[in-house]
Every structure is written in C-alpha cells, then in structure tokens.
C-alpha cells in the first residue's frame, strides 16, 4: 500500500523559512512526477511546485524565487525549502507522486501539513 506522509510544517514569522518534507512508501517499483501543491481556507488546491525524475522543475507564479524543490531519488523523498515566508503561504501543504506500483500508474497524495506564516 503506498503512503506518502508529510513533516515540517509549523507556525512561522514573516520572512522566516520552512522546510517540508515527504517520504514515500509502500511497494514502490517507481516514481516520476512528484510535488507540492498547497490549499489555503475557501481557495481551490493549488501547485506550488513539481519535479521530474530528471530534476525538472516547474513552481507556480507566487513563489518563483522564494521556493525550492527537491529529491531523492533513491530514498523515494522530495522537499520543499520555503524562504522569504508570507502571510498569503498559509495553507495546508500536499506531497503527491506519480508512482508506479503494482504494474499501475497512479496519482498518490499525502495527508497534508499545516503551514502558518503570522507574526
């Protein structure tokens, strides 16, 4: 059974940093696209970034050059450095895999983590 489990969120002042982290788990044969995406009360599920097997990466408008992705290929991890916190990146944080597992390509997410950027 695959599990995806997210750590690190917290509380944070403005302008702090953050690092979140997901471990994947559970009959894995392989993993491509894994990311972050982010819902905030009232808003839709948002991407906040993704990375390739390769190491592409791809962030959403809002945290371009505050934000970095990546993982580890070996250990079935991905993480996510949040610098430059704002008020507005207060959200629940999900990981989610494209993994292959059983001779099947699925979408898996993460229970999510509470991250609280206030003063």
């Known amino acids: 059974q695959v599990q995806l489990v997210e750590s690190g969120g917290g509380l944070v002042q403005p302008g702090g940093s953050l690092r979140l982290s997901c471990a994947a788990s559970g009959g894995i044969y392989s993993i491509n696209v894994m990311g972050w995406y982010r819902q905030a009360p009232g808003k839709e599920r948002e991407l906040v970034a993704d990375?390739?097997?390769?190491?592409?990466?791809n962030y959403g408008d809002s945290v371009k050059g505050r934000f970095a992705i990546s993982r580890d290929n070996a250990q079935h991890m991905v993480y996510l450095q949040m610098n430059s916190l704002k008020p507005e990146d207060t959200a629940v944080y999900y990981c989610?895999?494209?993994?292959?597992?059983?001779?099947?390509?699925?979408?898996?997410w993460g229970q999510g983590t509470q991250v609280t950027v206030s003063s």
């Open positions: 990375i390739s097997s390769g190491g592409s990466t």
């Open positions: 989610k895999g494209e993994i292959l597992s059983r001779g099947r390509w699925s979408n898996y």
